[in-house]
């Protein structure tokens, strides 16, 4: 977008034409030397992105015997990396160094236009295996099992974004001059319109492809896809046994697995333990300037595409299955199943009912030690039952008025069970509001696990009351830090600055040792359960041979349970340990139908 965004710390300064801070994407091209009139203007990023998929199949079943059945296949497919039609790439362009943090360290690294974003896999070969046994001969039971590997394509969006937001056509920064971000006042106002960029953003570039003078302090946010990129894939395994109990009635059980290897995430690498403080006591130093250094100074939170996240899934369902006879038929299936991974993708869908880390997707919390972060999914559900079920009702069948009156109705229910998913304890405030433990520059970080603490099995009141005691803050004087009988239970001496920690007296000690990572696991406690039970009652009344006229009556959420989100697991909220949302409450429709 060519439009500039600006923030105002009230609004009084909003109606002073007084912002405090000025972001933007702006362009980068032909800013060293004598600089063109485009640099540092506001800008937009068109592309003509292409890219050329292929993949080709082969696939036999074989009957071995009458009662064995085995099901061959071999897919192969390549993803090609993709090509912009005016040449138009970019991306984070690695020096070297023995792992990526080295890399981003070298005073090489720098990020400008390339030829290609990441070089094709061509291994990507994908066997499949099925087998179907029918141990007794009698057409009554079977045996499957089968093995298969996909893959996955990397999707657009992944590095669309990754290649048009960077220099030199493009990049995303922002100057707030108050804090040393830019020297320049922003300029704002009537006689400023249309907006007018900030003249830091036309800066030289620096030698790593940011805005110089390195004095002003303005930092770039490049976007990269590492060059080694490897197609994520998956490797399926299943074992089931079907057995017909009666002529209508039909059992199964089956073991699934599932393992996600190289999963595409969005990482931000440019950060380390301890950049803004590592020692208290050796404050002003370079251990303790309060100052987020990072790896690579110049450039702000970076987003590196690559294959970072690994997950595993094992379930076991069973299914009851009834076919229609004698007016019912029905479906029950139970699974129980856990989930793994060190990094869930953000959103799900679902912005209200997700984890803080999920929501705002912020990565790990120790980018160094990212097998820190495996635990249960953001999705996993470690028990579900879910029943279908339709009867038709018994009619009369001596009287014709009330045959046609009493007879003919159909009752359909969906009952769900599942019991709470994960959610995560953490703080999502930055390093001088008492968070940010490890001091990397990221809000992302969990405290201590407290001894004994309980982490399932709470009660709805519980939940809404809130689960660890009253979340109402209270700040100290300077209101840099703040506690809460809530956030005690993870930090006893509270969420105390480190600026208050040096300057405030009395002594206010932080709630982990500066620049070190607490040890609760993510995704340590359960949420509440889901119970929900739907119910429909129909008719089809004939109106004539040409004409149905059909009436419905449906309850949702038949008892009106309440089913709530998953409770705020930020330390620093006010809300922390509650539950604010819940799903939808009791609903019932009536409606008229006419077929003809």
Known sequence: TSKPFFEFSSIYAFAADEPYLQAALVNRNNCTGSPSPTCGQFTDTPRHFRWTQYAGFAQDDWKVSSRLTLNLGLRYEVFGSPTETNGILSNIILGQGSNIFQQIANPSTTVGRVSKLWNTNKKNFAPRIGVSWDPTGKGEMVVRSGFSIAYLEPYSNLYTNASRLDPPDAITTFVEPSVGIGVSPI?????QFPFIPSPDFSGPTLPNGGIGPLANGVSITPSGVAA???TAYSLQWFFGIQRQLMRDLALSINYVGTRGVGGYTREDYNRYNGDICSDLNAFYGPNCDLFNNRLNLGWGQITQISNESHSSYNGLNAQLKK??????TFSANYTWGKVLDNVT?????????????????????????????????????THRFALSALWTLPSPKSNAVLKNVLGGWKLNSIVSLQSGRPFDVFCGLAWYSGCDFNMD????????RPVGIKTSGFSNQQFVNGLFGDPALTYSSTFDSRTSQASQVFCPNGLNSILDTLFLPPYLPPCLPVGTNGNLSRNAFRGPAFKKVDLSLFKDIKAGDQVTVQFQAAAFNLFNRVNLYNPVGDLGSPQFGQSTHAFEPREIQLGLKILF
């Open 187 to 191: 300029p704002y106002g009537l006689s």
């Open 345 to 381: 993708e953000g959103g799900l869908g679902d912005y209200l009912n997700v984890n803080g880390y999920s929501g705002l997707y912020s990565g790990v919390q120790d980018i160094q030690n990212q097998r820190g972060d495996r635990g249960s999914s953001e999705f996993d559900a």
């Open 323 to 328: 076919n229609y006879s004698h007016g019912l």
């Open 228 to 230: 080694n990129l490897r």
């Open 441 to 448: 520059g990221l809000a992302y970080d969990r405290p201590n």
